[in-house]
């Protein structure tokens, strides 16, 4: 950034100064995000206690100690990998909604999509469930804030179908039924079966499910369906 000193000289970063700092930037993000990668894909081979930083590294190709210029432990480094790939899945999914305004269609389409982007991520879905138990608090309340993050877009939701039919007020009623439309999606991402359950519940048709079966016994709702 320049200013203008005494006389009207410019002080600050030099333009070739300024670039070599924003590709340092630049650089440090995509060493980061490499790792990112890799912690992932690693991880979702075996389970927390299989996943090594040694592995970890020779899948970026860096060595083992650029891991903590960026993390501090195996575990941030985990954990910040559920995070990344999650934002970016919702971020997904938000951009796969513009267009749709009919509240029901916004619902249907957005669980659809979930249910299959972490279809295909089962294997981190299920390890990062699993090793919930043993995260120290400071990591235990990050997992934790991403289920909630899932739960307040389901319930976006929910609200707008409510708003739709004029039920805006039975905050409540909503509250319990994303948290039940959670619940249901989490199972069916991480059932034993659930290999098999997919083949015969594809994403769409627990989707149409969750929508003509899960949504109907809320009497506020059939009108709607």
């Known amino acids: 950034m320049y200013h203008l000193g005494e006389g009207g000289v410019a002080h600050g970063d030099s333009p070739p100064l300024a670039a070599s700092r924003a590709d340092s930037i630049s650089e440090a993000q995509g060493t980061k995000e490499r790792l990112l990668h890799a912690a992932a894909e690693i991880f979702s081979r ?54 749709l305004t009919s509240p029901m269609m916004r619902f249907r389409v957005a ?7 972490y279809s295909e991520y089962r294997s981190c879905v299920v390890g990062a469930n699993h090793m ?30 409510a708003e739709r039919v004029g039920k805006g007020s039975l905050k409540r009623s ?3 039924l994303a948290e039940v439309i959670l619940d249901a999606m989490m199972g069916y991402i991480s059932r034993p ?24 016994h809320h009497e506020w709702l059939k009108e709607t369906i």
Do not use: C
């Open 132 to 161: 919930m138990a043993m995260l120290p608090d400071e990591y235990k309340s990050r997992m934790i804030a991403l289920r909630d993050s899932h739960r307040e877009f389901v319930l976006e939701l929910l609200n707008a179908i």
């Open 193 to 216: 079966d659930s290999e098999d359950f997919r083949k015969e519940y594809p994403p769409e048709k627990y989707a149409r499910f969750l929508v003509d079966v899960v949504l109907p």
């Open 46 to 99: 075996g389970d927390y206690h299989s996943t090594k930083l040694e592995d970890i590294a020779e899948r970026a190709k860096l060595a083992k100690g650029t891991i903590y210029l960026y993390f501090k432990d195996k575990t941030d480094l985990i954990v910040s990998a559920v995070e990344f790939f999650d934002a970016k899945f919702q971020e997904q999914i938000e951009l796969s909604l513009v267009g």
């Open 174 to 176: 909503l509250d319990l």
């Open 111 to 117: 669980v659809q999509l979930w249910l299959g982007i």
